[in-house]
């Protein structure tokens, strides 16, 4: 009953965490597609034919061993010896609630209000996913703590019940859960 109860909460944890993980992917390709519709419509604006547009934020997700990260990258180029152009990656500090948001303003250009935007939406994200985590570690912990004689306590009820429903033949006459008599 206790592995149950403890399989059934932690499982419904771990759906609510893929849940999060899913949302969080969700919104690094939202902001990546929002990203490309500016771009095409600054691109077009008749001030800015011909000129270069480019906005080096960038919203990443990382899941691994347990833990979700939504980070803000700058991806710059560099030139490379062979005359083309090497990509690099650059973080973005953090605070502890989130990013700055007029930090991550004056690094974008064309998308400075989507960057605000998804900055608070990723914010909301992050907050949901460490409450999450408190209460995963918080159930761990009350599980573990149970005195030694309540889980053995609970799992003798269970197996006593169970023998109850099973029929045995006369053969075990000599046990009394299995003869009848007392």
């Given at each position: 009953?206790?592995?149950?109860?403890?399989?059934g909460v932690l499982e419904v944890l771990e759906l609510e965490e893929a849940r999060i993980v899913g949302h969080a992917n969700e919104l690094k390709f939202a902001f990546m597609q929002a990203k490309m519709d500016l771009y095409q419509s600054a691109k077009a604006a008749t001030d800015n034919q011909g000129k270069g547009i480019y906005s080096p934020l960038a919203?990443?997700?990382?899941y691994h061993k347990?833990?979700?990260?939504?980070?803000?990258?700058?991806?710059?180029?560099?030139?490379?010896?062979?005359?083309?152009?090497?990509?690099?990656?650059r973080q973005i500090r953090k605070i502890a609630e989130g990013y700055q948001i007029p930090k991550l303003r004056s690094r974008a250009t064309y998308d400075g209000e989507l960057v605000e935007d998804f900055e608070l939406r990723a914010r909301e994200l992050?907050?949901?996913?460490?409450?999450?985590?408190?209460?995963?570690?918080?159930?761990?912990?009350?599980?573990?703590k149970?005195?030694?004689?309540?889980a053995a306590a609970l799992a003798e009820k269970n197996?006593?019940?169970?023998n109850r429903l099973i029929p045995r033949?006369?053969?075990n006459s000599g046990h009394?859960?299995?003869?009848?008599?007392?």
């Open positions: 009953l206790l592995e149950a109860y403890e399989h919203l990443v997700t990382r347990g833990s979700l990260s939504i980070l803000w990258q700058e991806i710059h180029f560099k030139p490379n010896r062979a005359g083309g152009k090497t990509k690099y990656y992050r907050k949901y996913w460490s409450q999450l985590m408190e209460l995963k570690k918080a159930v761990r912990v009350a599980l573990s149970l005195p030694p004689g309540v197996a006593r019940s169970v033949s006369q053969e009394p859960e299995t003869s009848g008599t007392v």
